[in-house]
């Protein structure tokens, strides 16, 4: 992989996923997405094990857009789980859903999301959303500096 | 106080606030915007008590722009205890900050910030990361229903 993954886009509906890329693409926001289809996949990725073995902790995404409901592990697990890991604890986590269900809203900020946005049906102002989580966390936002909470980890160990 | 207010804004340099409140009114992101000029006087504003004890946990902003220099209370001290009470944990904060110091930013990353952004010194930079800042978090971003935290609390999750 010669380019670093800027987001990781955890969605399971290949329009979904396709819209998000298509935004973020057009308004130079993101070149280098890693699609993950399921909530497994993700998780692999982001703990560098299973097919991303050949990852590293010092080169996290930048950003994670989190849908909820998806095959094998759901959202709000992998959000749990890259909580409760020192290496991945402060990666910038984004749910983006259709849910509606306000237990999903609470639950995610329990476990800790950075911001949640509820996905609009209408496509132009899905376009929109994804351009303004892209141009606050891609522009806006200073990301957690590359390898700080790896280093800052092995040092207390 | 008749309007509920939607940003608090903790920055003790006046021609920063002052920019940061034009910015946000200019584009009709908020309008009811409580400026606390320390980290003492934010506390007492989301602990609801001495000058604020009229108001109530389950009308919290939606959303806390902080400084890190601040007089009587740092920046990351009221960052620490926004986040150590289950009654104003999920409030999402924003660090606004000149300060260029990688430790801050993973102190504020360790301490559960929701964004971090570095102050452009140039005015016209400066009102546009208000801007985004304020088409993300006001309009895009979903705040936590109101009382929802202090109820879930009250149930006893």
Known sequence: MSHDVEILLVEDSPEDAELTIRALRRNKLANEIHVAEDGAEALDFLFCRGAHADREFSHAPRLVLLDLKLPKVSGLEVLRALRADERTRAIPVVILTSSKEERDLIDGYKLGVNAYAQKPVDFEQFSETVRQIGMFWMLINQAPPPGAFVASNAQRA | ?157
């Open chain 2, 1 to 157: 106080m008749s309007h509920k207010v939607e940003i608090l804004l903790v920055e003790d340099g006046v021609e920063d606030a002052e920019l940061t409140i034009r910015a946000l009114r200019r584009y009709k992101l908020a309008n009811n915007i409580h400026v606390a000029e320390d980290g003492a006087d934010a506390l007492d504003f989301l602990f609801c008590r001495g000058a604020h004890e009229g108001r109530r946990f389950s009308h919290p902003p939606k959303l806390v722009l902080l400084d890190l220099k601040l007089p009587k209370i740092n920046g990351m001290e009221v960052l620490r205890s926004i986040r150590a009470d289950e009654r104003t944990k999920a409030i999402p904060v924003v660090v606004l900050t000149s300060s260029k110091e990688e430790r801050d930013l993973v102190t504020g990353y360790n301490l559960g910030v929701s964004a971090y952004v570095q102050k452009p010194v140039e005015f016209e930079q400066f009102s546009e990361a208000i801007r985004q800042i304020g088409m993300f978090w006001m309009l895009i971003n979903q705040a936590l229903p109101p009382g929802a935290f202090a109820a879930s609390n009250a149930y006893g999750d």
